[in-house]
């Protein structure tokens, strides 16, 4: 059976105090409240708080993810940050191709291959997005574009190295916009990215690599999203910013 797990992105919010005090909180209200989860949670604050969180976390059952790293391992690159020096303080796993990184920074399919296989290099774990546009979603080219998506960048990786893969499906139509994708409109979507790893990989990792929705997720609408069948967690924005909302979620 697959695990369940929530991914907090907290992109360019929080700042030290912000980040240290939600982590310390988040373990005290664990321990106070005797709150027994059985969910993988993946905290993700930004660059220069990844070493101090990652101290916080050590010994308990959470972890962190860098939000991005720069393709190259070394070099002229002005104000990036490459997978080895985030190993180098520890950390284990990078969010990658989140449509605002695609977007706002034009990553494009090659660029993400690049990051995909100096991540692996460094044996992180990737937890990689796909997701369409409105436009896309109106002409029904949701399929398609997924399909495009992982077939120009997960799918060159071999069946060792997707056992470091989580999948996130993320329309971009429903990333903080307040709007979500409807349970079924999920279900279909993960069952059909399900059904492609099944094509390309076979039945074992198509069982069980990981694929959560991200989109607006809330503590009112999580459990539902929690419960389709292929459904496997979420990547949260908004609402894991928002302590107590947060914790519902994680109750889900
Ligand atoms: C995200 O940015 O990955 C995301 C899902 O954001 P939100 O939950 O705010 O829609």
Known sequence: ?????????????????????????LLKVFFDRKINHDKE????????????????LQGSSLNIAAQNIHQKNKGPYTGEISA???????IQKVILGHSE???LFFENNQILLEKIKIALKYDFNIIFCVGESLVERKNNKQFEIIKKQLE???FYCS??????FYI??????AIGTGKTATFEQVQVMHEFIRSLFLEKYGKNISD???????????????????????VDGGLIGNASLQFEKFLKIIQS
Request: glycine residues 4%; proline residues 4%; positive net charge.
């Open 159 to 164: 069946s060792d190295d997707i056992k470091f």
């Open 208 to 230: 069980n690599i990981p694929i959560l929705y991200g989109g607006s997720i809330n503590d009112i609408n999580a459990k539902n999203f929690f419960s389709q069948k292929d």
């Open 84 to 90: 080895s020096m985030l190993k180098s303080i520890g």
């Open 101 to 103: 990184r695609r977007e």
């Open 168 to 173: 996130a499906y993320e329309p971009i139509w």
């Open 1 to 25: 059976m697959r695990k369940r797990i929530l991914v907090a992105n907290w992109k360019m919010n929080y700042d030290f105090h912000e980040t240290t005090s939600f982590i310390r909180n």
């Open 152 to 154: 120009k960048t997960v």
């Open 41 to 56: 949670i993946i905290l993700s604050p930004s660059f220069p708080f990844l070493h101090i969180s990652n101290q916080i």
